[in-house]
């Protein structure tokens, strides 16, 4: 059985959102009832045009590699959403 993935996006709001002098944003959000600490909004540019992704807090092991402390999985819809509240908030 396939289960239908809720339409979370009016659960979604952001707080706190930063510029920092690279151009990303610092941000923390309540997702669900859950608060997320740390979270970055990085953008890039391809032949495409601009592009931009949420980064996760993470920490480098002892094996050198990186790891997340959490992730969420964002719909394209709410990744949308996500960037249209750190719009606001810094505008």
């Known amino acids: 059985m396939t289960r239908a993935r809720k339409n979370t ?3 979604i709001k952001v707080e706190h959102a930063i510029r920092f ?3 990303d944003v610092g941000f923390n959000m309540i997702y669900n ?8 909004r990085k953008t890039g540019v391809d032949e495409d045009g601009e592009y931009f992704w949420i980064a996760f807090p ?3 092991g002892k094996d ?3 790891w997340k402390y959490y ?3 964002f ?3 709410e990744q ?6 750190i719009e606001d908030l810094l505008n």
């Open 71 to 73: 992730y969420v999985k």
């Open 64 to 66: 050198g590699k990186y």
């Open 58 to 60: 993470g920490y480098k």
């Open 21 to 23: 002098e690279s151009g």
């Open 9 to 11: 996006s009016g659960n």
């Open 80 to 85: 949308e959403l996500i960037n249209d509240q």
């Open 75 to 77: 719909t394209e819809e």
């Open 33 to 40: 009832g859950v608060i997320l600490y740390r979270l970055t």
